[in-house]
């Protein structure tokens, strides 16, 4: 009798956790794909913007908004981000998450940023604007151009 009771136990006790670790795996899964979405860019090149204190913490005490674009092998890109209210950093992330290029002031010598770069792997990648330290948040615009070689 004492077996029979130890088995319906360990069968009551095993579907129950079974289903309790199923239901906090999909939840989490679930809150991770939310936590993290990049804003797929449209087909405008330029457009305007607001980082706010409920974009991605940089852990610098600023704030960074992630944009998706699908890019080709040998396309050159200028990334051109402007801001009033704060001071612009962009960064190019490859497909792999890795650190392509990055711009804090632009030639102008002011607080904006411009990037130049030739993709060498056709792929999703990712235009990070942030804000440099803590200079805050606020609007800006950000300009995406595909440059076409001279002819």
């Excluded at 409920?54 to 699908?70: E, H, L, N, S």
């Excluded at 990712?126 to 995406?144: C, D, M, N, Q």
């Amino acid at each position: 009798m004492n077996k029979v009771f130890a088995a319906g136990l360990k069968q009551l006790i095993i579907i129950p956790a079974t289903l309790l670790a199923i239901s906090i795996s999909t939840s989490v899964t679930f809150a991770q794909s939310k936590l993290y979405s990049p804003i797929p860019l449209s087909n405008s090149t330029e457009f305007s913007d607001r980082l706010s204190d409920k974009d991605i913490p940089t852990g610098q005490g600023g704030f960074a908004r992630d944009y998706t674009v699908k890019l080709d092998k040998g396309d050159n890109l200028a990334v051109d981000l402007s801001s009033e209210n704060f001071d612009s950093i962009i960064t190019l992330l490859a497909p792999d998450g890795s650190t392509l290029a990055e711009n804090d002031d632009g030639p102008d010598g002011s607080s904006n940023s411009l990037l130049f770069t030739r993709i060498v792997e056709t792929g999703n990648y990712v235009i990070r604007v942030r804000s440099f330290g803590e200079t805050g948040i606020g609007a800006f615009k950000l300009k995406v151009t595909k440059l076409q070689p001279i002819k």
